[in-house]
Nanobody, 126 residues
């Protein structure tokens, strides 16, 4: 049984940092693609970043490039999203997703992922 559990969200001032973690069970990061998506109020869920050890890809959205970094601790089966220089427009619920067999061109698409966490709220406000 695959389970994904996000943690690390909270309220932070603009310019601040947060570190999100997604603890995964029932999958291996060496064979599964893992990703972060986010959904802001009134908006559709959007891609943030992904890691695919199988394809050697780590795509990241242009809107967060240079501020966010995605990494994984394979020994702990944990996906990390380090978020720096946060902006109010980063306010959203952040979701962790995973799936096996995702090809490189599909890593940014929600439909490619079979497993999802419950999400963690990130709020950026002064």
């Amino acid at each position: 049984q695959v389970q994904l559990a996000e943690s690390g969200g909270g309220l932070v001032q603009p310019g601040g940092s947060l570190r999100l973690a997604c603890a995964a069970s029932g999958i291996s990061f060496t064979r599964y693609a893992v990703a972060w998506f986010r959904q802001a109020p009134g908006k559709e869920r959007e891609f943030v970043a992904a890691i695919s050890r199988r394809t050697g890809s780590t795509p990241i959205a242009d809107s967060v490039k240079g501020r966010f970094t995605v990494s994984s601790d394979n020994a702990k089966n944990t996906l990390i999203l380090q978020m720096n220089n946060l902006k109010p427009e980063d306010t959203a619920v952040y979701y962790c997703a995973a799936s096996g067999g995702v090809i490189r061109s599909q890593l940014r698409y929600q439909s490619a992922y079979n497993y999802w966490g419950q999400g963690t709220q990130v709020s950026v406000s002064s």
